[in-house]
C-alpha cells in the first residue's frame, strides 16, 4: 500500500469512519428524503398558478402551514421521547405521504387549508426522532462529524431537489406531490426495516416532560440564540430576493447568488467537518454565527450580482462552520430519556423564526435595506456573544471529553 493510498484512506475514516450502521441508513433515508422536497419550495406557485389564489388567500394558507409547524416540534419531541424514535420518524414519514398526496388532489379552498395546516404539523415532524437517534447511535466524540454528515444529506438533496422540482413543474405540479410522497415513503420504510429502537428502556427511563426541558434555563438560553441566528439566516430564502429585485436585478441574479451558497456547502463542508468537529463546540458556533451576521451586514454594501454572490459565499462559510454544532450541544445538554424533547424544543425556535422572519424582515426592509442588513449583522454579534457566554456553563454541564475527542 502506498503512503498516497494511506492518506486517502486515512482522510476518509476521518470523515465517514467508525459510525455504526444504522447511523448510515438514517443518512441515506434523509438524502433521499431530501431528494423528493420538491413540493414546499414551489408551494406558493402551486397555490397561485395551479389552484388560482390570490396573493392574499395565498398567504393565509401559508400562514396557516407556519402554524401547524409551530405545534410540530413540541409534539413530535414529546412523542419520540414517549413512543420511540423508530415509530415517530416512520409514523411521520408516513403521514407526511399521505399529506402530499391528499392535498395534491384537493380542489377546494377549505381543503387546501386543512391540508397544509396537517402537512405543516408533519412534514418536519421527523426532525427531533433523527436528533435523538444520532445522539442514541453515536458517541459524543463522533457527534460533531455525525451530525454534520446530516446536514450536508439534507443540503445535497435539496440542491437536487430544487433543479430537478423546476423542471418536473412544467409538466404538472401532480408530479411533485408524487415524488415528495413517494421519497418519504422510502425513508419511513428504510428507518422502519434497518433501524432498532434506541428509546431508553422504561426501567432507566425517569419520568420528565416538557416543564424540565423549560426549567432547564442553560437549554432555554441556547435556544434563544438559535431562534436569533435562524431569524438572520432565513432572510436568504425572505427579503433577500425582495431586496434584490428592488435593486432592479433580475431573479436569476438571486438564483445566481444563492448557487453560491449550494456549491460551497456540497465542496467544501466535507473537507472541513472532520477539523471543526476536533474544536469546542461552543467556540466553533461561536465563530459561525459571527461569520453568518457579517455576510448579512456585508448585504448592505453589495447592488451587483457578483456583490451579492460574494456576501452569501462569506455567510455560507459561516454556515459551513455551524453544520453540525447545534444539535451536538443539544444532545450533550439533554438527558437521555428527553433527547426529543430537547430536540424538540430546538425545533421550535425555528419554526418560529420561519413566521418571524418574513414578518418583521419585510418591515426592517420597508424602512431600508441597510437598516435590515445591519439589524441582522448585529443579531449575529449578539448570537456569538451569548454563545460565548454560555460555553463555560455547557463545558460544565457536558464535560469536555463528551464534547470534544481526544
Sequence with gaps: MTSTTIAKAGFLRSRVGGLPGPFWVLFGGTFVNRLGTMVEPFIGVYLTQSRGMSLATTGLVLTVFGAGSLA?????????DRFGRRVTLTGAMVMTAVAMLALGYTTSVPGIVAGMFVLGVVIDAYRPASQALVADLVS??????????????????FSFAMVAGGWLAKSGFTTLFWVDAITCAVFGAMVWRAIPE?????????????????????????TLINLAYA??????????????????????????????NGVLIVFVQPLTTAWLARRDPSLVLAVGFAVVGAGFALTALM?????????????????IVLAGIPGTIVAALAPAH????????NGFAWSVASMLAPLVGTRLLALGAPILWITCGGLGVLAAAGMMALAPAIRRRAGNERLMPT
Design 72 to 80: 410540530s416540534q413540541p409534539v413530535a419531541g414529546w412523542m419520540a
Design 140 to 157: 459524543p466524540e463522533d457527534r460533531p462529524r455525525a451530525y454534520g454528515l446530516i446536514y450536508w444529506a439534507l443540503n445535497l438533496g
Design 198 to 222: 434506541t428509546r431508553p428502556d422504561k426501567g432507566e427511563n425517569p419520568p420528565g416532560g416538557f416543564g424540565d426541558v423549560l426549567r432547564d434555563r442553560l437549554m432555554v438560553g441556547f
Design 231 to 260: 431569524f438572520v439566516y432565513l432572510q436568504a430564502f425572505t427579503t433577500l430576493p425582495l431586496a434584490m429585485t428592488g435593486q432592479g436585478l433580475p431573479t436569476s441574479a438571486y438564483g445566481g447568488a444563492m448557487a453560491v
Design 303 to 319: 447592488s451587483s450580482p457578483l456583490g451579492h454572490g460574494t456576501a452569501v459565499g462569506v455567510w455560507t462559510l459561516g454556515e
Design 338 to 345: 428527553l433527547r426529543g424533547r430537547y430536540a424538540g424544543l
